[in-house]
């Protein structure tokens, strides 16, 4: 009785694995295999050019970029298709220009020991996203191959942004109060000259949608200066790593990155060129959270490459 009790259960047990494809896998070779799997669909995505004039091969992007003094690579934060894609393609800009180097606007200044202790071997993983405070909301998996890839090629990898307590002071007191600061404060901040006007600010104030009509001037103001700090912050950040070499690929939220080719339209494109101090090339590419095979007018020169890739939903 036993035995045929075993028997009827393997059997049950083996049919079901081959109708199900085999459930034996682990969590965490289930999730390596999905991650696999993006991969693979991020490097067969339709590339197109900004200025509307149709599409471009996956190496011709790369070639350019990997050209670049400055690759702001613009995405839809936690979007898993758009996340794998500047993972995939930061790693080819590595193999065609063994000098680039990562800068993450995840990361914020007094994170940078952390990030240097771990690209030197001196911290494991588990010690330093310890040290970094890292989650998988804030240290998307993409993100975190990433900077491996940067370890593993010996770059250096930037801590872009300024820590959210002087970007939260910058809109609650205004800059006079950074200023105040000592120089080892000041040292993981930039404070920018005014709040951004013209295009950039027209599109910020329609963002925030309903809440600039109840807050009024002075809420706009506060939100204008924490994202113009961010701005001024992650353009310095990356000024200074040209001493390290170029191309500078900061991964960064699309809005900071979107409209770079007119002055007024993107912030961070502006401070980036008031202080580098000299002429530099900026290519620009843009995920973006919806689905079309061409340029959308209301997109046109928003960068020059654009990736559509569906909503955030349709990507897990």
């Given at each position: 009785?036993?035995m045929i009790?075993a028997?009827?259960l393997l059997?049950?047990c083996?049919?079901g694995?081959?109708?199900t494809g085999?459930?034996?896998q682990?969590?965490?070779e289930q ?13 067969s995505?339709?590339?197109l ?8 091969t996956w ?6 970029m990997?050209?670049a ?9 936690g979007?898993?298709?758009?996340n794998?894609i500047?993972?995939?393609?930061f790693e080819?800009i ?8 990562l800068?993450?606007?995840?990361y ?5 020991i952390?990030l240097?202790?771990?690209l ?5 993983r588990e010690?330093f996203?310890k040290?970094?405070d890292r989650n998988?909301g ?5 993100h975190?191959?990433?900077?491996d890839?940067?370890k593993?090629a010996?770059?250096p990898?930037?801590?872009a942004?300024?820590p959210?307590?002087?970007v939260?002071?910058a809109?609650t007191?205004?800059?006079?109060l950074?200023?105040e600061?000592?120089?080892n ?13 013209g ?8 963002a925030?949608g309903g809440?600039?009509?109840h807050g009024g001037e002075?809420?706009i103001?506060?939100f ?7 701005d ?8 200074d790593g040209?001493d390290d070499g170029?191309p500078?690929?900061l ?6 990155a979107?409209f770079?080719?007119e002055p007024?339209?993107s912030e961070l ?8 101090g000299?002429?530099?090339n ?12 061409e340029?959308?007018e ?8 654009v990736?559509y890739?569906?909503s955030?939903?349709?990507s897990?």
């Open positions: 009785m036993k009790h028997t009827r059997t049950a083996t049919l694995a081959l109708l085999c459930t034996t682990t969590r965490e999730t390596q295999a999905l991650r696999e799997s993006t991969r693979s669909a991020a490097r995505v339709t590339i050019n900004g200025d509307g004039s149709g599409s471009t190496s011709q992007a790369i070639q350019k990997a050209t003094d400055v690759v702001l690579m613009g995405e839809v934060h979007h898993e298709l758009g794998a500047q993972q995939e393609m080819d590595l193999i065609a220009n063994p000098n680039a180097l800068a993450m606007e995840f914020e200044r007094d994170e940078q952390a240097d202790d771990f030197a071997g001196i911290t494991d010690a996203e040290a970094a998988e804030n240290n998307p998996w993409a975190a191959r990433m900077i890839a940067a593993e010996g770059r990898v930037i801590a942004n300024a959210r307590r002087y939260r002071l809109r007191d205004g800059f006079d950074l200023r600061l000592n120089d404060q000041r040292a993981l901040v930039e404070i920018p000259d005014q709040t951004p006007q295009a950039y600010r027209d599109r910020f104030i329609n925030m809440m600039a009509s002075e809420m103001e506060g204008l200066r924490s994202q113009s700090t961010w001024a912050t992650m353009a310095q950040s990356m000024v040209f170029t500078v690929v991964i960064v939220g699309y809005f900071h979107q770079p080719f007024g339209s494109v502006d401070q980036l060129r008031a202080r580098a000299r002429e530099i900026i290519v620009t590419c843009i995920t973006l959270p919806a689905t079309h095979d340029i959308q209301d997109d046109r020169n928003i960068a020059d490459f990736v890739v569906g955030p939903d349709a897990n």
